[in-house]
Each structure stands twice: as structure tokens, then as C-alpha cells.
């Protein structure tokens, strides 16, 4: 028992399996950084161009990964489940999108963003980069499956230390997710206006470029996964907060920080390796979305108070 009466049974069955599943999503997802991710209009898509593409595109793997060997070694089971039930919903929406981004984004071209680099989606053909990364979404979303199954027949609980807090870390979760969520909507990494001067009247004039798309522009799957993304941002910070034990606390609002915060490094990626593209407020919003889960997730971890009579 530790310092705050943590009980820990055997992990059942199921619980393995999903920390199996998570350690293969985990490795899964970071090899599909390395092969070609698209063709886009011809133009040849990877994501492990530069530290940046690197540092945004293994975050979510390297912690799914850890936290499934975790599992799958039988360490705190609720800690894990909490990572693998929230993680596979998150996943279940990025699935979506990039089914979309890879099938029928052709039907309505547009600009994109990828890895970086702006494109034209006339066509679209994948490349292993892209089903890895399929698999790896696929394999976290059936984790997040088994882990709801497996809930209830873990066995691990403790004195409530986190309890006198919980609504605190709720609040501020939720705040959180309704900022990302607005910060997701438009595009972290934005053209800018263009000022054009007419040579006879020498007036100015502020002409628009088309950018990326935004998260609810484009239509089908993706705007489906969309809606689903922001929901289930919104509903994962509440719920998260409310998990039985501390731990489990921080298993899930570490699956919402990886995800935000990778989504937020992903723009300033695209801002810093495009000369074409200029880091919008949005943004900035959701980097600092993402480090303020981590901080709540840290919080999480270390606050230990004594639970009210």
C-alpha cells in the first residue's frame, strides 16, 4: 500500500490485452512517420522532415506506447484503462479525418496543410506512412473498447486524496476544452492577406488568399469526425477528472494532453518549416491548450490532500 492507500489487485485479462493493443498502436504510429504519408497533387507528403514533424508526430505514439507496456506488465490497471478509454474515443475522430483526407477529399479540392507543406488535393494516393498511421488509430480505438469492457473488473482504489479537487481540476478542464475546441475550428497555421497596389491609382488593396481548411470546412467523414473531435474534447475534460483513482484521473487527462498538445505543436511545425504560412492566434491558443493539460495533469499526479469528513 502506498503513501495514499493505494490498492492495486491483479489485473484481469482484458487489461493486458489492451495495454498489448497500445503498445502495438504505440509502435505502429511512430513508423509511420518514416515511409511516404501522400501523394497530394503529385507532391510527395512524409512527417519526419525536421525535429519539429519529429517532436509533433511521436508524442501521442511514445505515450500510448509506454502506457501499454505499463498495462501490459500489469502496473496500476486503471491508470492505463483511464489512457486507453479516453485515448480511443480522441482516436476514433482523427480516424474519421484521415479516412476522409485519403478518400474522398478529391471530391471537393481545397488547400491543405500537411506535414507542412501546402497542397492541392486533386488527387490523393497513400502511402505506407498513411496506413500505419490507419493502424495505429484502428488498434486505439479497439484498445479504448476493451478498456471500457475491463473497467469494472480492475481492482485498484485508494483514500481519496484527489477528492477535496476534483471539481477544481473538473472546472478548469472544461474551461480548457471548450478552448481548444474554438482553437481547433480554424487553421493553426494560416496564408496572410496579401496588400496588392494598383500601378495607376496607386491604391492599396488587401486581397485574400485561400488557405487550409478549417476543421468544420470540409464536408462527410472529416466534418463528421470534426464535430465528433470537439464533443468528445469537451466531454473527456469533465469526465477525466472524475475517475476513480487519482490515477485514473491522470491517465485520462494525459491521453487529452498528448493529443492537444500534439495537434498544437503540428501548427507551429507547419508555420516554421512553410515560408508561406504564418502561425495564426489559434494557434497559439492550442499550444497553450495543450500545456495547460499537462500542467492539470501534473497537478493531478502529485495533489495529495487529505479527503474532507
Avoid: K
Amino acid at each position: 500500500m502506498s503513501a495514499d492507500g493505494l490498492v492495486v489487485g491483479d489485473p484481469p485479462l482484458l487489461a493486458r490485452l489492451t495495454g498489448a493493443l497500445l503498445v502495438l498502436a504505440g509502435l505502429a504510429g511512430a513508423a509511420g512517420l518514416f515511409p511516404t504519408y501522400l501523394v497530394v497533387g503529385g507532391t510527395e507528403v512524409s512527417q519526419s522532415a525536421g525535429a519539429l514533424n519529429l517532436l509533433a508526430g511521436l508524442l501521442v505514439p511514445l505515450t500510448t506506447a509506454v502506457v501499454g507496456a505499463g498495462l501490459l506488465a500489469g502496473r496500476v490497471p486503471r491508470f492505463g484503462l483511464a489512457h486507453a478509454g479516453i485515448g480511443g474515443a480522441l482516436a476514433l475522430s482523427l480516424l474519421l479525418i484521415e479516412l476522409y483526407r485519403a478518400s474522398t477529399s478529391t471530391v471537393r479540392p481545397g488547400i491543405e496543410v500537411i506535414a507542412g507543406q501546402r497542397v492541392l488535393t486533386s488527387t490523393v494516393d497513400v502511402g505506407p506512412g498513411w496506413v500505419l498511421g490507419v493502424a495505429a488509430l484502428g488498434l486505439t480505438v479497439l484498445a479504448g473498447v476493451l478498456a471500457v469492457a475491463a473497467w469494472g473488473r480492475a481492482v485498484m482504489e485508494d483514500a481519496g486524496t484527489l477528492d477535496p479537487a476534483r471539481p477544481a481540476l473538473a472546472g478548469a478542464a472544461a474551461v480548457l476544452g471548450v478552448g481548444a475546441v474554438l482553437c481547433l475550428v480554424l487553421p493553426a497555421a494560416d496564408l496572410p492577406d496579401r496588400i496588392v497596389t494598383d500601378p495607376t491609382t496607386r491604391l492599396q488593396v488587401v486581397v485574400e488568399q485561400e488557405g487550409p481548411q478549417g476543421l468544420l470546412e470540409r464536408p462527410g467523414l472529416a466534418l463528421l469526425g470534426g464535430l465528433l473531435l470537439a464533443g468528445t474534447v469537451v466531454l473527456c475534460s469533465v469526465l477525466a477528472p472524475s475517475l476513480r483513482p487519482r490515477l485514473a484521473a491522470v491517465g485520462g487527462l494525459l491521453a487529452i494532453a498528448a493529443v492537444v498538445l500534439a495537434a498544437g505543436l503540428a501548427g507551429l511545425r507547419d508555420a516554421a518549416v512553410s515560408d508561406e504560412l504564418e502561425w495564426t492566434l489559434p494557434g497559439v491558443g492550442l499550444l497553450l491548450a495543450g500545456v495547460g493539460y499537462v500542467l492539470l495533469t501534473v497537478l493531478a499526479w502529485r495533489l495529495r490532500r487529505a479527503p474532507a469528513r
